[in-house]
T-cell receptor, first 108, second 111 residues
């Protein structure tokens, strides 16, 4: 079993829909990251969380430390949000462990 | 543009060879991270340096080594290359253990 699990693996939705991507982890962490990777390959860091909730534009990330779970939400989704979203955690030894990613496709 | 530069962009080499990948972090960032992304393994953490010192080690093979120089740029050396080492290699930088900024990656193809 992977230490960081993401669901769903693939998600196709219509423009405007509310999107939720989930991440569960099994190790003790000091921080959790949400990354976005576009088809060209470039990686952008969206959020770094150690507790609570963060919001940036249409993106919201939450983390529940007790339940070892984080969610990434996209409101009013748009075709330009189509990308792979990757959850990563920094464990207590400062090692970074990645989930396998969620491939999101937003249809116009 | 993240401010992190990586050279070269592409590299084609043969099995058994040795290559060096270079990363220049954003101005002011003391931490440099190296990652490998292959089709079958996804993203994997290799190693982190902070201000010249090794900070954390991930799944880095013994054939691979890295260092961070006094000017904070970093190099990842890959030796005795195998077909399975073909991958995208990303470098990222951060101020400390904060938000990471990723470079564009070096695509390595081992033939």
């Amino acid at each position: 079993k992977n230490e960081v699990e993401q669901s769903p693996q693939n998600l196709t939705a219509q423009e405007g829909e509310f999107i939720t991507i989930n991440c569960s982890y099994s190790v003790g962490i000091s921080a959790l990251h949400w990354l976005q990777q576009h088809p060209g390959g470039g990686i952008v860091s969206l959020f770094m969380l150690s507790s609570g909730k963060k919001k940036h534009g249409r993106l919201i990330a939450t983390i529940n430390i007790q339940e070892k779970h984080s969610s990434l939400h996209i409101t009013a989704s748009h075709p330009r949000d189509s990308a792979v979203y990757i959850c990563a955690v920094r464990d207590r030894d400062d090692k970074i462990i990645f989930g396998k990613g969620t491939r999101l496709h937003i249809l116009p | 543009d993240s401010g992190v530069t990586q050279t070269p962009k592409h590299l084609i080499t043969a099995t058994g060879q040795r290559v060096t990948l270079r990363c220049s972090p954003r101005s002011g960032d003391l931490s440099v991270y190296w990652y490998q992304q292959s089709l079958d393994q996804g993203l994997q953490f290799l190693i982190q340096y902070y201000n010249g010192e090794e900070r954390a080690k991930g799944n880095i093979l013994e054939r691979f080594s890295a260092q961070q120089f006094p000017d904070l740029h970093s190099e990842l050396n890959l030796s005795s290359l195998e077909l399975g080492d073909s991958a995208l290699y990303f470098c990222a930088s951060s101020v400390a253990q904060s938000t990471q900024y990723f470079g564009p990656g070096t695509r390595l193809l081992v033939l």
